[in-house]
C-alpha cells in the first residue's frame, strides 16, 4: 500500500529531514510513527501526501510511483487520503457539519449525498447530535473527532494522523485511538504520527521509530 525506497529529502537550506528510509505499509495495516521533534515524522507524512517530494529515492502509494504524478495528478492522488491534523484546522464560522461536508462539495457530490456520508461519519465518532454547533463551543477531544471524520467522510484508502492527541489528556487520547482501530478495522490502512510512547505501546501495533532522519527501529 505504502513503500518507501531509499527516500532521502534534503531542503534547500542543507537540512536533511530523511535519509535512506526503506519501509512498507501493507493494506489495511495500522502503523505508528515515532521519534523525538524533528525526526522526520511530519516530512514523511508530507511525502506521502505530495506535499513534498523526495531528493532521492522512490515513495509507492497504491502500486502507483508518486515520482510519476504532476502538479494536475495531485487532487486526484490526495482524493484517496484523508488526514488528521493535531491542532483540528477547523473553519470556526462553520458549523460542524459544514466542516465536514467541505471535501465533498469541493469534489462535486450532490447535496443528497454529501448529507448522507457527512451524518454516517459524524454518527462514527459520536457527534451526529452535534451537527448544528459551531466548533469553537466544543471540547478539544470534540473539535478532533470533527477533524477525523472530515478525514473520513470521503472514504479514502489511507488514513493519515500528525499527532492528533498531541492536545489532549490521557483518557480522551485513548478514545482517539480507539476511533483510529475502528476505522482501520473495516479497511482504512492507517499511519499514526505520535510522540506518545506510553499510550501506542499499549495498543499493539507496528512501531516505526525515526532518529535524525534515520529508520532506527521496525518492531511489531
Known sequence: MITFDRVSKRYAEGHEALSEVSVEISQNELVFLTGHSGAG???????IMLIERPSRGQVIVDGQNLARIGNRGIPAHRRNIGVVFQNHQLLFDRSVYHNVALPLVIAGYDQREVGRRVRAALDKVGLLARERALPI???GGEQQRVGIARAVVARPRILLADEPTGNLDPALS???MQLFEAFNQVGVTVLIASHDLALISRLHHRILTLRDGRLVSNRA
Open 41 to 47: 515524522k511530519s516530512t514523511l507524512l508530507r511525502l
Open 174 to 176: 485513548a478514545e482517539i
Open 137 to 139: 463551543t466544543l471540547s
